[in-house]
């Protein structure tokens, strides 16, 4: 497996049919369609963005990042991998990135890890596991698809754009970003699948470099 597969895309952002930007530290959650291709764009660098990934007509199938590294014999996700379901089956695949590397083993922050990793009074700062709850909230009640969808749904995310560099040893490190200002990562739906997001809100390590700040989402009908 190659990491730093650098590949750009020739789809222009005028005939995206969604196009969004999210601020730091907001969620989103919205349903992609089989061939259609969504894009996520880093705006000013060095931004973590959590994502999930699920089977949208059937939501307990999920991203699963032990299968996905499994299956491509390593750890950085980047041009050509498949993201693949708990299933074995390719949820998207990543035909475009700017970036190069992107994390699946860091996790998400939440309250808890807040408090464990920096103080206790790091309890109340905006996390991505309360971001990814609140976008599950607010898509069930639009489409009712996220019905019933809770905690234990948050399986273990990607980290678009983040650095989580392994040691010669096994060793994780949150390292600075290798992203930077209007880096991109695009994806094509296998399948249609439901996308949520926590734009990561982390202040206390150099994920976001210490600067969390919006991204560009895009959606494009294609063929
Ligand atoms: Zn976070």
């Known amino acids: 497996m190659t990491t730093f597969a650098l590949k750009e895309s020739a789809l222009d952002p005028r005939a995206a049919v969604v196009d969004e930007t999210l601020p730091a530290g907001r969620g989103w959650a919205r349903e992609v369609r089989a061939g259609q291709v969504f894009r996520i764009v880093d705006l000013e660098g060095n931004q973590a963005v959590d994502t999930l990934f699920y089977n949208a007509r059937d939501l307990n199938e999920r991203y699963s990042a032990a299968d996905t590294i499994r299956e491509q014999g390593g750890i950085y996700l980047t041009t050509g991998t498949s993201l693949l379901s708990g299933e074995g089956r390719a949820l998207l695949t990543i035909v475009a990135d700017t970036c190069g590397r992107h994390d699946t083993l860091g996790g998400a922050c ?39 969808m809770n905690k234990r749904d948050l399986a ?68």
Request: net charge negative; aromatic share 10%.
């Open 110 to 148: 939440s309250a808890e890890s807040n408090q464990v990793r920096y103080a206790l009074d790091k309890k109340f700062m905006h996390n991505c596991r309360d971001s990814f709850l609140l976008a599950l909230a607010a898509f069930g009640q639009g489409l009712g698809h996220g019905q019933g």
């Open 156 to 223: 273990p995310n990607i980290n678009f754009f983040m650095n989580v560099p392994v040691t010669p040893d096994g060793g994780l490190s949150f390292a600075d970003g290798v992203s930077a200002s209007g880096r991109y990562v695009e994806l094509r739906a296998e399948m249609d699948v439901l996308v949520l997001i926590s734009n990561c809100p982390q202040l206390n390590n150099p994920c976001n470099a210490y600067n969390p700040t919006p991204v560009r989402l895009l959606i494009w009908d294609v063929g």
